[in-house]
């Protein structure tokens, strides 16, 4: 039976007002299906009810994904040329998208996390309770906006180069950017598979690069339902803002 106290954290946690919470999501090459992870993890959050932002460190593949042409970005908000509601796209299931390559690279280049970003994003009159950030597929720098302790979601698929594409990727962050706690989430791939993939790439990242590395699920081949990883985000450990 759960703890009483544990249940009371978890009363806090779910009811404190304006919490946002802030979700990495990185992949050691193309190919993994990374944007399509995105993009359905943002669709299973709205469609659920919450406030959902895609912030789009990669060159627009999210707004390509999904047909959108778009001319402002998260630099044209910083500066203060254009208002949210001028950069922001409408994303799937009712959430938004934001790219923000250039914004997210001005913001790394001056030494400042993403304190003041994210607590901008929790003050807007419509504000998102998630932001995903979709890091750019080879610019991993876009994490240092979050803590260092917070968790970030690496996407592979159950073949040898999507593997070891995923571990050079995550020798990277740690060695880089200081990341020490990941989620690998497995794609085209059953429960079974993606459980033992998982296994193995947690002990040699323990082995070899002190990190720690969570199971974040898999999607089997045939499917884009993220909705099983959506529920288990009230568990993970994710950035926290403002």
């Known amino acids: ?20 919470r802030v979700l990495p999501v990185a992949a050691g090459m193309q190919g993994t299906g990374k944007t399509m992870v995105v993009i359905e993890l943002a669709r299973a959050a709205a469609e659920a009810g919450q406030g959902v932002v895609i912030l789009d460190q ?20 910083l500066s203060g040329e254009h208002e949210y509601s001028a950069v922001a796209l409408p994303g799937p299931g009712g959430s938004a998208i934001v790219p923000g390559a250039r914004g ?10 993403g304190t003041r970003l994210f607590g901008g ?26 803590p260092a302790d917070a968790e970030m ?24 950017h200081g990341r020490r706690r990941f989620r690998l989430l497995v794609n085209r791939a059953d429960a079974q598979a993606a459980a033992a993939l998982h296994a193995n790439v ?29 529920q288990a985000l009230e568990h993970w450990s994710l950035a926290e803002f403002p």
């Open 58 to 77: 990669s060159r627009g593949d999210v707004a390509g994904a999904l047909s959108l042409t778009w001319r402002r970005e998260l630099d044209d908000l």
């Open 153 to 176: 979601l690496l996407v592979a698929r159950p073949t040898n180069p999507s593997v070891t594409a995923t571990y050079s990727r995550m020798k990277d962050l740690v060695r880089r």
């Open 121 to 146: 994003f929790a003050h807007l009159a419509a504000a998102p309770s998630l932001v995903i950030l979709n890091l750019a597929a080879k610019d991993g720098a876009g994490c240092r906006l979050v």
């Open 1 to 20: 039976m759960p703890d009483a106290n544990d249940q009371a954290t978890g009363l806090r946690r779910i009811l404190r007002p304006g919490r946002l």
């Open 202 to 230: 947690a002990e040699v990242a323990r082995r070899f690069l002190d990190a720690e590395v969570a199971f974040g699920g898999a999607v089997a081949a045939g499917t884009t339902d993220l909705g099983p990883v959506f």
């Open 104 to 113: 997210i690279e001005r913001i790394v280049e001056s030494g400042e996390d």
